[in-house]
C-alpha cells in the first residue's frame, strides 16, 4: 500500500477529523451541565435533605450528581446541578445513605445507580490518542520532506523544471529580431533531430551554447523556442538554484540535474543567469565562496563527461560574460558563444509584429515609425510598449490602439508615468520650457546632431521635461564631432537658463553628470584629445551591458590625473560657449519655441521643424587628426560601386568609372624627434 498517497490525500484530514469528534463528545458529553464540587459538600447536601434527585454512576467513572432542592444553595456555589467523584467504599455508603433518605421522604424525585457505559474500546482510543496524534503528525512532516526539490530531505536533488511535449511550445516563430542567433541555433535542433546527418561527415554538435546579451533582448526565449522546435525534454534552472546554505548542495544538485538529462537523452539544459554559480574562480569583493566554487568545479566536471552521441547539450545565458571562469567557456564546454544584443530597425518592426498579435490596432497606426522612435530598446521594452498602449486604450474606453495611445506608451517607458499631480508655477513652467528649448535649438543647429523628435514639458518621473533627439537610423559608432555636439546640446539647457534668467537652476544636474561622463570617456577611453593622444587611462571596471563602474583604480601619475581633469573641463567650457553662441544667434526662435511649448506643452516633430525653419546649421569644425604634425588628407574616401552607380545616375551617366587597383599611395613615414 502506497502509504504516502494517502497521507497527501483526504484520508489524514478525515481520520483527524473523526478522532476530534470523538475527544469533544466526550468532553461535552461528560459535564452535561453539571459543576464539579467537593465530595464532602455532595454528601453533607444528602444527609442534610436538600437534594431533590440523585444520580450514582459506578465502575470507571465513579461519580454521583446531585440537583438541589427549589430554594436549597450549595454553600457559596450558584446553581442546582453538581457533580462530584468518589473512591472505593464511598460508593456503597453514597447507594445507603440515598436509600435512607429515600425512605424518609428527603429526596422527592428519588435516586438512581447506573453502572459505567464507556466501551472498553473508545477506553483505549483516548488513551492511546496522544501516540496516535504524534505518529501522525511526524509521518505527515516526513512526507513533506520528501516531497519536492525544496524540501528538507531533498537538498541534494536538481530543482530544474522540465518542459516536456505536452507544455505548449515556444518556436522560432515566437522569436523575432535575432536571426543571427536564431540561425546558429537551427543546428543544435537539427543535430537533436537528425544526428547521423552531422556525425557521417564527423562533424561534432557543440557540447555547450552561452547567451549573452543586455537584459530582455530574448535569451531565455531562444533557449525555449530550441526546446520548442526539437521537441526533446527540456531542463529549466536558474544558477542560483543551485547554491544553498548548506555545503555540497550545489555540487550534488549539478550531479542529479546531469544525471536526469542522460537519462531522458537526448535533452537540452538550459541554465539561466550562469554568472551566478559560473564566476571566476578566486574573484569578487567579499572574497572566495567555497560552496559556488565547488559547484562550479562539478559543473566543469560534467561538461568534460559529455558524451558526443549522448544528445545532451548545455544552453545558458547570461548578462555578464567577461566575468565567467575561462575554464567554463574554453572549447569543448561552451564551443559556441551567440551574442543577443539589441534589435536594430528592422529587428523592432519583427519584435512589434509579433507582440501585436492579438491586439486590435487602428488601421493607420504605422509599426514602422515606431520602430524608428525606439532605437535602443530590446524585445522587453517593445513587448512593454504594446502591452502599455493596450492598458490606456482599455482605461479610456476605446476599441482599437491608435497613435496617440502608442505615443504616450513611449513616453511611459521612457520617462514614466505623467506626473499629474505635480503643479507648477507659471514661473516653472517657463523655465523648464527655456531649459527644453535650449537642448532643442542647440541640437537643431548643430552640424553632427541627431534630430529633435519631441519636446515636452509635462512632468515625468522625476524630470521636469524632457527633449527627444533621436537618429533616423542605428548607429554602432560615434564620430568625435558627433560627441562634440552631443556635448552642446546636453549643455543647452544649463546655457539657456544662464541666457535668458542670469540664474541658473538645479533642473541641469542630470545634463551636467552625462555631460561629465561622456567627456571624461572622450579623454580615458577614445583618445579624442590631442594634449593626452590616444591613451587609455584607468582599468576596464565597467559592467557590460548594463553600464556600471564597480571602482575607480587609477594606473596613470598624479600629473596625468590632473591633464585628464583640465581636458574634461576644456571640453565641457568649449561646448558650454558653443551651447551659448547659437541660443544667442538664435534667440527669437527660442522664444517662439517657448511661446508654443507653453500653449501646448508637447510639440512633436513637424511642428519642431517648422519653428526651427530658419535656424542655419553651424559650419563644420576644421579636421581633426589627433595632432598638429599631422596634416589632414585632401584626398576623399574611396567611392563603392554602389556609390559610384548612384554618383553616375545622378550625373546622367550610365559608365562606370575605372578604380585602379595596381597604384597605391605609400605614406612616408614622418620625421619624429630622436
Known sequence: MDVKRYFRGPVMWIVLAVLAVVVLMNVVGSGGGYKSVDTSEVIKAINTGQVETAKLTTGDSQMIKIELSEGQKLGKHDGTKFQANYIGDQGVQLAQSLQTKYDAGQIPDGYTVTP??????????????????????????????????????????????????????????????????????????????????????????????????????????????????????????????????????????????????????????????????????????????????????????????????????????????????????????????????????????????????????????????????????????????????????????????????????????????????????????????????????????????????????????????????????????????????????????????????????TGAANDIEKATATARAMVTQYGMTERLGAIKFGGDNTEPFLGREMSHPRDYSEEVAALVDEEVKKLIETAHNEAWEILVENRDVLDNLVLALLEKETLGKEEIAEIFSTIVKRPARPAWTGSSRRTPSTRPPVLSPKELQLTNAANGTSAVAPVSTEKGIEVAPEDRPE
Do not use: C, W
Open 116 to 505: 459505567d457505559k464507556t466501551s472498553p474500546f473508545l477506553s483505549v482510543l483516548l488513551s492511546l490518542l496522544p501516540f496516535v496524534l504524534i505518529v501522525v503528525v511526524f509521518l505527515f512532516l516526513m512526507n513533506q520532506m520528501q516531497g519536492g526539490g525544496s524540501r528538507v530531505m531533498n537538498f541534494g536533488k536538481s530543482k530544474a523544471k522540465l518542459i516536456t511535449k505536452d507544455t505548449p511550445k515556444t518556436t522560432f516563430a515566437d522569436v523575432a529580431g535575432s536571426d543571427e542567433a536564431v540561425e546558429e541555433l537551427h543546428e543544435i535542433k537539427e543535430f537533436l533531430q537528425e544526428p547521423a546527418k552531422f556525425q557521417a561527415v564527423g562533424a561534432k554538435i557543440p557540447k555547450g551554447v552561452l547567451l549573452y546579451g543586455p537584459p530582455g533582448t530574448g535569451k531565455t526565449l531562444l533557449a525555449r523556442a530550441v526546446a520548442g522546435e526539437a521537441g526533446v525534454p527540456f531542463y529549466s534552472i536558474s544558477g542560483s538554484d543551485f547554491v544553498e546554505m548548506f555545503v555540497g548542495v550545489g555540487a550534488s544538485r549539478v550531479r542529479d540535474l546531469f544525471e536526469q538529462a542522460k537519462a531522458n537523452a537526448p535533452a537540452i539544459v538550459f541554465v539561466d543567469e550562469i554568472d551566478a554559480v559560473g564566476r571566476h574562480r578566486g574573484a569578487g569583493l567579499g572574497g572566495g565562496h567555497d560552496e559556488r566554487e565547488q559547484t562550479l568545479n562539478q559543473l566543469l566536471v560534467e561538461m568534460d563527461g559529455f558524451d558526443v552521441k549522448g544528445g545532451v547539450i548545455l544552453i545558458a545565458a547570461t548578462n555578464r560574460p567577461d566575468i565567467l571562469d575561462p575554464a567554463l567557456l574554453r572549447p569543448g564546454r561552451f564551443d559556441r558563444q551567440i551574442a543577443v544584443d539589441r534589435p536594430d530597425m528592422q529587428g523592432r518592426l519583427e519584435i512589434l509584429k509579433v507582440h501585436q498579435k492579438g491586439k486590435p490596432v487602428a488601421p493607420d497606426v504605422d509599426l514602422g515609425a515606431v520602430a524608428r522612435r525606439t532605437p535602443g530598446f530590446t524585445g522587453a521594452d517593445l513587448s512593454n510598449v504594446l502591452n502599455e498602449a493596450a492598458l490606456l486604450t482599455a482605461r479610456s474606453d476605446k476599441k482599437l490602439i491608435d497613435n496617440h495611445s502608442l505615443d504616450e506608451a513611449i513616453d511611459r517607458v521612457v520617462a514614466g508615468p505623467q506626473k499629474r499631480t505635480r503643479i507648477m508655477s507659471d514661473r516653472e513652467k517657463k523655465i523648464t520650457a527655456y531649459h527644453e528649448g535650449g537642448h532643442a535649438l542647440v541640437a537643431a543647429a548643430s552640424p553632427n546632431s541627431d534630430p529633435v523628435h519631441k519636446i515636452t514639458i509635462l512632468s515625468r518621473g522625476r524630470a521636469l521635461g524632457y527633449t527627444m533627439v533621436l537618429p533616423d537610423e542605428d548607429k554602432y559608432s560615434t564620430t568625435r564631432n558627433e560627441m562634440l555636439d552631443q556635448l552642446a546640446y546636453m549643455l543647452g539647457g544649463r546655457a539657456a537658463e544662464e541666457l535668458v534668467f542670469h540664474d541658473p537652476t
